[in-house]
C-alpha cells in the first residue's frame, strides 16, 4: 500500500480556525524553506479567508504573498481552497471572471485547487473544475460538503462523488469543516467511496468536537489516501489533528507517512514562538482550544458560534444563545438542510438570531436568506416546501437554472473600472482582486500606493517572481 499523505493546513486553515487568518506573510518567510524539506502531498496556504484577510486586516497583496510562497517553496504543491462560482468572494461571479480567477491562481503559483460549493451544488462547480483542467500541472481536487442530515447519507455522499469523477475531479476530499465525522461512520464512508471512485480520497476534518485525530485513524484504515493536519503548535480546537501526533501514531505501519519527526519538530519551533505571540496579543483565544460537544449536537462550525455569539452581544441578548442554537436546525431544515459552511452558515445563523430575537418566526427574513430559500445560491439537497418558499419570496419567480446562468460577464466591465483607477493598479491580478473585494480592494490598492512611496509595499523583501499575463 502506497504511504498516506498529509496536507499540511498551518499557512492557512490551521490559522484561519484559531486567529482569523492573521498571520502576515512576514511571520511565515523564516519557516518556508523548512516547511518545503518535509516532503507533504501538498501545503494549502491560500485561498479560503486568506485572500480576504490580506487586504483587509494585513494591508498585504495576496498575488504577492503567493508568488514569494512559491519562491521559498519550489519543490511543495501549494494548495488553495475555492468556493466554486463564489471564488473567493460571497456571491456568485460570472463564468469569465471564474476562468481568468483559476488562470492566475495556477501562473502565480497554485498546484492543487480544492473545489466546493456549500450546497453541494455541482452545477455550481462546472465552470472551475473545467477551468482548473486547462491549466497544466493543476491538480483538480473537488470537495464534498460534509453534513448530517436526514437526506445526508452515505448513498447521497456516494452518487455526488461519482458526478465528481465523472465531471473531473482528479480526487476527492471529504470536508468536514463543522467536525460532524464520527469515527466508525467516517469507515463506512471512506470504504464505500474507495468502492465507487477510482480516484484518491482525502479527508478534512476539524477537532472542535475532540474527535478528530479518531475519524482520521479510521479513515486512513478505510483507505484514504490523504488526510489534513496542522503542526502542533496551531492545531486541535478549532483547528486540526497535530500533525506530528498523526505522523507517530502511523510510524512502522502500512500507513507510515514517511515524514521526518525530526524535521516536523523543527519547524514547530517557529511555530511556538508565534503561539506565544498570539497568545500575548489576545490573537488567540484559548477558548478556541477547548474540546466544544455542542459542535455534536447543534451541527455549528466553531466559527459560525463565535459569529452568533457575536451578533447577540451587539444585541444584548447574549442570554439567548441557547435558544438560537436550537433555532439553527429548525431554519436548516426549512431551507432544504444545507450544509452550514461559508456563505451557507452565515445565512442560516443570522436568520436563526432574526426568528428568536423577533419573537416569531420569520417575521423578518434577511435579503440572503430569503436568495436562499429563491435558489439564487443554487439547488438544496432538500426539496424546499412550497408552501414555505411562498411564505418567504411571495409572488417572486424560484431560481431552478444553475444560478450563473443568469449573470452576465463581468470582466470587460471591471477592466473599464479599474482603468479609471490609473497608477493604483500595479499588476494584472489586480483586476481580480477588484472583481471579488470592490471597496475593500480598492481601499487597499490606495494604501498601497501610498506604502510603495517610501519603500517595500509589503514590507517584507523578497525577490519578485515574473508571472506572464495569461
Keep these: 500500500m502506497a504511504k498516506v499523505g498529509i496536507t499540511e493546513t498551518i499557512l492557512r486553515d490551521a490559522h484561519q480556525s484559531l486567529i482569523a487568518t492573521r498571520m502576515s506573510t512576514e511571520e511565515m518567510i523564516p519557516v518556508l524553506e523548512k516547511l518545503d524539506k518535509i516532503g507533504y502531498?501538498?501545503?494549502?496556504?491560500?485561498?479560503?479567508?486568506?485572500?480576504?484577510?490580506?487586504?483587509?486586516f494585513l494591508d498585504e497583496d495576496p498575488w504577492k504573498r503567493l508568488r514569494t510562497l512559491k519562491e521559498h517553496m519550489p519543490n511543495t504543491p501549494l494548495q488553495m481552497l475555492f468556493r466554486g462560482q463564489n471564488m473567493l468572494g460571497y456571491r456568485h461571479y460570472a463564468d469569465d471572471v471564474v476562468e481568468y480567477f483559476v488562470q492566475k491562481s495556477v501562473a502565480n503559483g497554485i498546484g492543487v485547487i480544492r473545489i466546493f460549493d456549500a450546497l453541494n451544488d455541482i452545477r455550481n462547480l462546472e465552470t472551475s473544475i473545467k477551468s482548473a483542467r486547462k491549466e497544466k500541472g493543476a491538480h483538480v481536487q473537488v470537495a464534498v460538503s460534509y453534513t448530517t442530515s436526514p437526506v445526508h447519507d452515505?448513498?447521497?455522499?456516494?452518487?455526488?462523488?461519482?458526478q465528481l469523477e465523472e465531471t473531473g475531479a482528479d480526487s476527492i476530499c471529504i470536508k468536514d469543516m463543522a467536525g460532524l465525522l464520527v469515527p466508525y461512520e467516517t469507515y463506512d464512508l471512506v470504504k464505500a467511496l474507495k468502492e465507487t471512485v477510482k480516484i484518491p480520497i482525502q479527508v478534512h476534518s476539524h477537532f472542535t468536537a475532540g474527535i478528530a485525530d479518531l475519524v482520521l485513524l479510521k479513515a486512513i484504515e478505510a483507505g484514504a489516501d490523504c488526510v489534513d493536519t496542522a503542526l502542533s503548535p496551531l492545531a486541535m480546537g478549532t483547528s486540526h489533528p497535530a500533525t506530528e501526533s498523526i505522523v507517530a501514531a502511523l510510524q512502522g505501519t502500512e500507513y507510515d507517512t514517511g515524514l521526518d519527526l525530526i524535521?516536523?519538530?523543527?519547524?514547530?519551533?517557529?511555530?511556538?514562538?508565534?503561539?506565544q505571540k498570539?497568545?500575548?496579543?489576545?490573537?488567540?483565544?484559548?477558548?478556541?482550544?477547548?474540546?466544544?460537544?455542542?459542535?455534536?449536537?447543534?451541527?455549528v462550525p466553531g466559527g459560525m458560534l463565535s459569529n452568533l455569539v457575536s451578533q447577540l452581544?451587539?444585541?444584548?441578548?447574549?442570554?439567548?444563545?441557547?435558544?438560537?442554537?436550537?433555532?439553527?436546525p429548525r431554519v436548516r431544515e426549512d431551507a432544504g438542510y444545507p450544509p452550514l459552511v461559508t456563505p451557507s452558515s452565515?445565512?442560516?445563523g443570522t436568520q436563526a438570531v432574526l426568528n428568536v430575537i423577533m419573537g416569531e418566526r420569520y417575521k423578518s427574513v434577511s435579503k440572503e436568506f430569503k436568495g436562499l430559500v429563491r435558489g439564487e445560491y443554487g439547488r438544496t439537497p432538500a426539496p424546499i416546501d412550497p408552501e414555505f418558499m411562498k411564505k418567504i419570496i411571495g409572488d417572486e419567480e424560484p431560481i431552478t437554472c444553475r444560478p450563473a446562468d443568469l449573470i452576465a460577464p463581468e470582466l470587460d466591465t471591471m477592466r473599464a473600472e479599474i482603468k479609471e483607477m490609473g497608477d493604483l493598479i500595479e499588476q494584472e491580478e489586480d483586476l481580480?482582486?477588484?472583481?471579488?473585494?470592490?471597496?475593500?480592494?480598492?481601499?487597499?490598492?490606495?494604501?498601497?500606493?501610498?506604502?510603495s512611496k517610501f519603500g517595500d509595499p509589503d514590507g517584507y523583501h523578497t525577490s519578485e517572481i515574473v508571472v506572464a499575463s495569461k
Design 41 to 56: 502531498r501538498s501545503l494549502e496556504c491560500w485561498g479560503g479567508a486568506t485572500f480576504d484577510a490580506c487586504l483587509r
Design 154 to 162: 452515505i448513498p447521497y455522499f456516494v452518487n455526488y462523488a461519482k
Design 263 to 275: 524535521a516536523l519538530n523543527d519547524a514547530s519551533q517557529h511555530f511556538k514562538g508565534l503561539r
Design 278 to 299: 498570539y497568545l500575548s496579543e489576545g490573537l488567540l483565544n484559548p477558548k478556541m482550544l477547548e474540546v466544544d460537544a455542542n459542535a455534536l449536537i447543534y451541527q
Design 313 to 328: 452581544k451587539q444585541m444584548g441578548k447574549e442570554d439567548k444563545l441557547d435558544e438560537v442554537l436550537l433555532e439553527v
Design 346 to 348: 452565515q445565512i442560516v
Design 432 to 451: 481580480l482582486t477588484y472583481a471579488q473585494f470592490g471597496q475593500v480592494a480598492t481601499k487597499f490598492f490606495e494604501k498601497r500606493n501610498q506604502k
